[in-house]
């Protein structure tokens, strides 16, 4: 049973167009996030989710638009992609208590063409 | 802003040696890190944390050393195994940030 799941695994698509990553969570974390993994290997977080509340937005553009249903679903959709939006995206969970935990999953490569 | 970083991008170790990766941080306010494990084609996986009150802590074959004079973190593998081959990342946290802060990956390669 996958804890934390991705779909689509690979996403490939042209130039312009509106795509959505669907990620869902059988761990009862309350906070969810989405990381972004370029070509060189960095991860850097996009956003995270408190219970379906925005908690972080670092600075992405607003293509990237999360949205958050309930508080074991986090999607990610992206308006008008550009070539430099090629990636893996992660999605991750956290419970958010001592234990903080997070709990990664393997991932959705985007590419842009 | 707060930084992790790697020593070494790459690191090659013989089989059944014992390998150590290095990270440094800048943030001295962080008081959470975790080594993560990427295999090819899958996402971030746990190995181990250390808490900022702590200087050590091991696990199945691994070790985690803070050292927060000089801000820096290693993990210690212990006789490494072909399966040991993959990207770590060292990852911060500080109490109240609610985000983990990643640095660049070493990537790990076993020499049979």
């Known amino acids: 049973d996958t804890a934390v799941s991705q779909t689509p695994k690979y996403l490939v698509t042209q130039m312009g167009n509106d795509k959505s990553i669907k990620c869902e969570q059988n761990l009862g974390h309350d906070t969810m996030y989405w990381y972004k993994q370029d070509s060189k290997k960095f991860l850097k977080i996009m956003f995270s989710y408190n219970n379906k509340e925005l908690i972080i937005n670092e600075t992405v553009p607003n293509r990237f638009s999360p949205k958050s249903p309930d508080k074991a679903h986090l999607n990610l959709h992206i308006n008008s992609l550009e070539l430099g939006d090629s990636a893996v995206y992660f999605c991750?969970?956290?419970?958010?208590?001592?234990?903080?935990?997070?709990?990664f999953g393997s991932g959705t490569r985007l590419t842009v063409v | 802003g707060e930084s992790v970083g790697l020593h070494l991008p790459t690191l090659s170790v013989q089989e059944g040696d014992n390998s150590i990766i290095n990270c440094a941080y800048s943030n001295s306010a962080s008081d959470y890190f975790i080594w993560y494990k990427q295999e090819s084609g899958k996402g971030p996986q746990f190995i181990i944390d250390?808490?900022?009150?702590?200087d050590k802590r091991q696990g199945q074959r691994v070790t985690v050393l803070l050292n927060k004079t000089v801000k820096h973190l290693s993990l210690q593998i212990a006789a490494t195994q072909p399966g040991d081959s993959a990207v770590y990342f060292c990852?911060?946290?500080?109490?109240?940030?609610?985000?983990?802060?990643f640095g660049t990956g070493t990537r790990l390669t076993i020499i049979p």
């Open positions: 250390i808490r900022s009150n702590m």
């Open positions: 991750a969970s956290s419970p958010r208590d001592n234990n903080y935990g997070y709990t």
């Open positions: 990852a911060e946290e500080f109490f109240g940030n609610e985000k983990l802060t």
